[in-house]
Nanobody, 119 residues
Framework: QVQVAESGGGLVQAGGSLRLSCTAS????????TDWYRQPPGKQREWVAG???SGVTSVTGRFTGSRDKAKNAVNLEIDSLKPEDKGVYYC?????????????????WGQGNQVTVSS
């Protein structure tokens, strides 16, 4: 069964950088459209970035994306971390691309990763 696996959270000093990764474990198809969300303490989950084959959009230029084709993973990279970046970060893989280039709807969440920023 294909599962979404996340990694990379942790404790980071303000001003530092962090990379979060998201993979479709057990899938032979390529991870394509992926959204990233953040849930700050005591608040609702909010969208922070989206990645497609065309590029990355995000709520701030401090959030960028990259792909690791060898690991079939997409990464969210956060620069210049601020205390308000603290929260649980989730990825949601929206689509997988097969060998013919066809994108198949997937829509599954990762387990979430805690990011804590120390000031």
């Amino acid at each position: 069964q294909v599962q979404v696996a996340e990694s990379g959270g942790g404790l980071v000093q303000a001003g530092g950088s962090l990379r979060l990764s998201c993979t479709a474990s057990g899938s032979s198809f390529s991870v394509d459209h992926t959204d990233w969300y953040r849930q700050p303490p005591g608040k609702q989950r909010e969208w922070v970035a989206g990645m497609t084959g065309s590029g990355v959009t995000s709520v701030t230029g401090r959030f960028t994306g990259s792909r690791d084709k060898a690991k079939n993973a997409v990464n969210l990279e956060i620069d210049s971390l601020k205390p308000e970046d603290k929260g649980v970060y989730y990825c949601k893989i929206r689509g997988l691309r097969n060998s013919r280039g066809t994108i198949m709807q997937f829509d599954r969440w990762g387990q979430g990763n805690q990011v804590t920023v120390s000031s």
